[in-house]
């Protein structure tokens, strides 16, 4: 599985971006997904996780009711809608994908065996 992630970009405090990780290779289906961030000298953070079927979802505590992941299996790709955006938001956005059990443990990035590029996300005050 390769992904790909777009759609990250400068945006002001309160603007609002949608990220898209492209899976080619396997059938997406078969893995569920993940968001994670890593801010300049900070280490990588969970921010959403999405079960196979899109029924079940995660979200980071400094998120909620901001972001929301979605997924379209057709087209093998994950998405994550950011609204409401701050300037805390800023930094590298990674998506990654797993066959593991979907569970909390979902929040480590030790889960994930395959990772996108990332899509620098810059969120002026």
């Known amino acids: 599985v390769q992904l790909q992630a777009s759609g990250g970009g400068l945006v002001q405090a309160g603007g609002s971006l949608r990220l898209s990780c492209v899976s080619s290779?396997?059938?997406?289906?078969?893995?569920?997904a993940g968001w994670f961030r890593q801010a300049p000298g900070k280490e990588r953070e969970f921010v959403a996780a999405?079960?196979?079927?899109?029924?079940?979802?995660y979200y980071a505590d400094s998120v909620k009711g901001r972001f929301t992941i979605s997924r379209d299996n057709a087209k093998d790709t994950v998405y994550l809608q950011m609204n409401s955006l701050k300037p805390e938001d800023t930094a590298v956005y990674y998506c990654?994908?797993?066959?593991?059990?979907?569970?909390?443990?979902?929040?480590?990035?030790?889960?994930?065996?395959?990772w996108g590029q990332g899509t620098l996300v810059t969120v002026s005050s």
């Open positions: 290779g396997r059938a997406f289906a078969n893995y569920y």
């Open positions: 999405i079960n196979r079927s899109a029924g079940g979802t």
């Open positions: 990654a994908a797993s066959l593991g059990v979907f569970s909390k443990s979902a929040w480590s990035p030790r889960n994930y065996v395959y």
